[in-house]
């Protein structure tokens, strides 16, 4: 598995937002140095220190106590400075506003996108990471009821092409699939 | 064709970069905020664009006029002002210095490997867009020849999951391939 | 898109079955020059004529009567005498017995699970061609209500490699969906 | 790995040809109960095995003894009467003529093509399976060298779905990459 520098020193909880998947939600949001986020299921912290690697700042919700500490010693080895973890449950609700972006990655996730509405700008994007094709449908619905525009879903998959003097060829065995990725944009 | 809405403004010379390839590039070489980026085949510039969103500065090289003026035009229009062009021949050498990034998207390109050399910082990565495996080859064996560290070659395919009351499935028809993304890390 | 000589000749209607998708069928059923098979949602007979090209005998029921007059023509284009075109509703029943393989490709196929059941012998394989993922979950809850065993769901997704002067490179638009194929086993 | 019932019993070694590829080649040559052919490479029996399931004959050439030992032991377990291996170098040339296909899975398999042109009748295909890009391109050449019509290359992914009652998803990780299969019809 290939992570870039800065996702190298960090420790691994057992599942972790993979490269290539942060870099769909960089890619089809469009956020930037100006970009303010709230990330919800810290986890590990990958996906927070990803956007905090580009965003102008980033809260990232985690209740479960020692998530939270995983992810703390993970900011803080990252370097950044700009990520911090709040330890609240955010189905009571995201207390920021006027954001960019939203990224939700835990389980019953649509539940959080009434609240995702309220915290988004004019423009913002909340994005799901849905393991499940149940969970999109879900996901999909609820942005529908809360009026979001542009709502799509988009799967990636990433294929390491061996270059040898045997042969290229691609990897034979790789990851078919992570999360399907649902976006809605405010 | 899904893009973020900094690129729906801009107009589109006859290819370009497309958001899947772009978040490959951010994804696994970890630029953000801080990092400074010579892209290379301006083209319509869509990927300086992209890159000029979330890095602190681009400089791209076009040599060929009529894309220089569609890119400065496409440039303007983003209302992005640390993007800058260069009507340069990038063959023959790159004048920036301590790079984080360098991209090139051009034939041949496996010509410049050398100058991003010089002009990459320690750790700093040059990522080649190559639409041919021949080009990849090439491109990796000039990496070789360079002395660069952490060589590899991805592909990614992006899916679009339609989500109707009719059903739930994948798009039927869609893109297979663009580019090959070659990185390699000085 | 590639077909094999045998179905160059035929007639397409709206929706045909491609040949990659009976090619998982053949692939994963292991049927044979011994084979009986039984097909319904005849449409413009590809399905029936590969399958006819391969097996011993096959009846498709097509009830109608538009679709069953163009299949009528496609299988005497193919030059196939061992399948048979069947004007019989499915949902009421399958005649034949102890029969190696049953295919469906209609909506509501899951309705005709328990009468494939009757028609199999101890052993013998029913496919469901599914577009939609509910229709993969009605139809994978059905098999395990009728007790089949081994029950698994493929996708096959194919790509052409284009082999020029000019380099060598997947094509760049393509197929990326057509059915989900279920399976289950008596 | 998903096989179908004839291959169950049969003793797998290094490497063997996967159900999918098998189909891609059912598929996309058409071959039927009346098609003769001859294998090469014949390894643990597979291909020449599936082939054998339904053509009417196949005679799969093998110069390594102990793998026409372990192919020998495989087509006996396998019930079929009609796959005769032959302990013959491919090289040095195909005896038999009139076929309907040639399948070809070995390194340098290109320079048998030529002899595969006189072993098929008119209008038969031969199948490379190729691990490597460079191979597609040298096995390419030989079949434009030698006229074969219709050339191509494709490759085919197959995912298996899990529908399980906490939800549908695609398998996590999963085969990438076998070989490509390069077609030429005579």
Do not use: W
Request: hydrophobic share 40%; charged share 30%.
């Amino acid at each position: 598995m290939r992570f870039p520098p800065i996702m190298r020193n960090l420790k691994r909880g057992p599942q972790v937002v993979l490269p290539k998947d942060f870099g769909m939600v960089a890619a089809f949001t469009g956020i930037g140095k100006k970009s303010v986020v709230v990330d919800a299921g810290t986890g590990s912290g990958f996906l927070a220190i990803a956007l905090g690697n580009i965003a102008k700042s980033v809260v990232t919700y985690e209740r479960r106590e020692e998530f939270a500490k995983l992810a703390e010693r993970n900011i803080k080895a990252s370097g950044l400075r700009n990520v911090k973890i709040k330890s609240k449950d955010i189905f009571k609700g995201i207390s920021e506003r006027d954001l960019d972006l939203v990224t939700l990655d835990f389980a019953d996730s649509e539940k959080v996108v009434k609240h995702a509405r309220k915290a988004l700008k004019e423009g913002g994007y909340v994005v799901g990471f849905l393991p499940n094709m149940e969970q999109v449908r879900d996901f999909v619905r609820e942005l529908e009821k809360n009026k979001f525009s542009e709502v799509f879903t988009m799967e990636c998959i990433t294929r390491e092409i061996l270059v040898r003097e045997s042969g290229m060829r691609p990897e034979n065995m790789g990851l078919m699939h992570t999360v399907y990725l649902t976006f809605g944009r405010k």
